[in-house]
């Protein structure tokens, strides 16, 4: 994906704008499906969240490429639809992740290994780093808010990465925190409902412009 001149015409910023919202929709399904196999068979409840997430984020990419078709203005009504449903399932993801971790620490169960979870997490905080830049980058061409508040999404996939990264890294180096991979799943959680309730809000503005309300 070569990124356009910063001298580029309108159509070649929204052919790279289209260009990254696919590329995050593939990503996305290949990391939910991975991270969600490798959790389930691994015993691994924050590995398993953040892959079901993956799928939730699919959405405001989803949303981006609807924005793009023709270059032409949103659809305020079906946006703020659409955005309150990625909300809610992201506050219903939170409440499971939360009480699956709260279980999964009352009767002190724990993934063999984090290692998946290790290399997922390294893998996407890679990734949507590039995706956050250059959907930033092109928003700015653009000045297109739906496609700065798609670029705060992915910064925020960075951001459950990151707490992904720790939980499993803990626990590979020390086996002893068994409790490791259901503190992440709680830290997970809190994300989970934090970006829910931001997206619900941001929904409810009158210049809401789609996204996932993280900005």
């Known amino acids: 994906m070569t990124r356009p001149q910063a001298s580029a015409s309108r159509p070649d910023w929204v052919a790279y704008a289209r260009r990254l ?18 959790g389930w068979a691994g015993g691994s409840l924050s590995l398993f969240g953040f892959g079901a997430d993956s799928f939730i984020e699919v959405g405001s990419a989803l949303l981006i490429l609807w924005r793009l078709r023709n270059d032409a203005p949103g659809q305020p009504g079906r946006e703020r639809a659409a955005a309150k ?12 992740t939360a009480a699956g971790a709260l279980l999964q620490l009352a009767g002190r169960h724990h993934p063999e290994t984090t290692l998946p979870g290790l290399l997922v997490s390294v893998l996407s905080i890679g990734f949507m ?3 956050w830049s250059e959907k930033a980058r092109a928003g700015k061409a653009l000045a297109s808010g739906a496609v700065l508040a798609d670029a705060a999404c992915s910064l925020a996939c960075v951001q459950l990465s990151a707490v992904l990264f720790a939980g499993s890294l803990a ?5 002893g925190l068994w409790w490791a991979d259901a503190g992440a799943a709680l830290a997970l959680s809190g994300c989970f409902g934090k970006e829910g309730l931001a997206t619900l809000r941001a929904a409810g503005k009158p210049g809401f412009e789609g996204g996932c309300g993280c900005h």
């Open 21 to 38: 919202a696919v590329f995050t929709v593939a990503f996305n399904v290949l990391e939910g499906l991975v991270s969600m196999g490798f």
């Open 171 to 175: 626990y590979l180096l020390v086996p």
């Open 85 to 96: 449903g990625v909300g809610w399932m992201l506050l219903a993801l939170g409440l499971g």
């Open 129 to 131: 780093i590039f995706l």
